[in-house]
């Protein structure tokens, strides 16, 4: 069973950065990407991109580049996002998600990033 787990809540003031942990398990690490999505009540949805555990390889939405990077350790099966230059409009649930070879999708519980001074 594919299985997702991040990390607990955050909460960061202005100007700082955060790092999302997803451990993964129930499947092999490097056969599926593994996509980073946030959701705002305001915003919606938003895709924020993914990373190739197999080599690292990345992509970002235009919109976030410069300010978040994917990285992903085989080791312990696990991919991160770290986000700098945090702003209150980053307030939002984090979620890390795969898809499969029968195109299911499996997530992340979400983790609350809240920015406020």
Request: glycine content about 8%; hydrophobic content about 30%.
């Amino acid at each position: 069973e594919v299985q997702l787990v991040q990390s607990g809540d955050e909460l960061r003031t202005p100007g700082a950065s955060v790092k999302i942990s997803c451990e993964t398990s129930g499947y092999t690490f490097t056969d599926y990407y593994i996509d980073w999505v946030r959701h705002d009540p305001g915003q919606g949805l938003e895709w924020m991109g993914q990373i190739d555990p197999e080599d690292g390889s990345t992509k970002y939405a235009q919109k976030f580049q410069g300010r978040v990077t994917f990285t992903a350790d085989a080791s312990t099966r696990t991919a991160y996002v770290h986000l700098n230059s945090l702003k209150p409009e980053d307030t939002a649930v984090y979620y890390c998600n795969v898809e499969d070879i029968y195109t299911r999708r499996f997530w992340g519980r979400g983790t609350q990033v809240t920015v406020s001074s």
